[in-house]
């Protein structure tokens, strides 16, 4: 089984500060890990994925994430945030051979402070 | 580009009631997913469907009934809706075969309030 840990539920930042939101995973076969972001009263919207090849992707908005397989981990960074990228992010699991079922975890929430 | 629709936005009802909510996609994605949102849980899969007419239990199916006699549509029905159902309802959509590296596309959720 998999599972999906985000370590924090909220997250305030001053604008334009950087921001790190933690994932980890826990999964005993190869995975593919998603960040998706959601805004109020809207459904969820991918906003990067890492499927296979360079561990580091990252989004058209400025957001990167890095998957490190040692720490089980894909956290989500950007060098300087902005009053629109308040919103809930949720790390996501998928693995290989597994039917597009996804595990979420529960959430974090990034409040940019003006 | 409809995308993926679900309706209603909002619902009010009583408990032991009936109700569906529904979801169509102008894709023809083969999966179809339907997740509850509570606050300190994320999101749950309820059901999900690989095809026409081939459907599964997701980790909460309990208390809802799904039917996919069409690609594009995948309805969720509460037979007899309970407190314990009132959420948030995603719908949503992916292309692909049964590898797991597909995004998914979600709807803007159905919001349910079961009184």
């Known amino acids: 089984a998999q599972s999906v840990t985000q370590l924090d539920s909220q997250v305030p930042v001053f604008e334009e500060a950087p921001v790190e939101l933690r994932c980890n995973y826990s999964?005993?076969?190869?995975?593919?890990l998603f960040w998706y972001v959601q805004y109020p009263n809207q459904g969820l919207q991918l906003l990067l994925k890492y499927l296979s090849g360079s561990t580091l992707v990252e989004s058209i908005n400025g957001f990167e994430a890095e998957f490190n397989k040692s720490q089980t981990s894909f956290h989500l960074r950007k060098p300087s945030v902005h009053i629109s990228d308040t919103a809930e992010y949720f790390c996501a699991v998928s693995y290989s051979g597994g039917y597009q079922k996804v595990t979420f975890g529960i959430g974090t929430k990034l409040q940019v402070i003006p | 580009d409809a995308g993926i629709t679900q309706s209603p936005r909002y619902k009010i009802t009583e408990t032991g009631r009936q109700v569906t909510l529904m979801c169509h996609q102008t894709w023809s994605h083969s999966y179809m997913f339907w997740y509850r949102q509570d606050l300190g849980h994320g999101l749950r899969l309820i059901y999900y469907s690989a095809a026409a007419d081939i459907t599964d239990k997701g980790e909460v199916p309990d208390g809802y009934v799904v039917s996919r006699s069409k690609t594009e549509n995948f309805p969720l029905t509460l037979e007899s809706a309970t407190r314990s159902q009132t959420s948030v309802y995603f719908c949503?959509?992916?292309?692909?075969?049964?590898?797991?590296?597909?995004?998914?596309?979600f709807g803007d959720g159905t919001r349910l309030s079961i009184l």
């Open positions: 999964s005993s076969v190869s995975v593919y």
């Open positions: 949503a959509s992916t292309r692909g075969q049964d590898e797991g590296n597909q995004p998914q596309h």
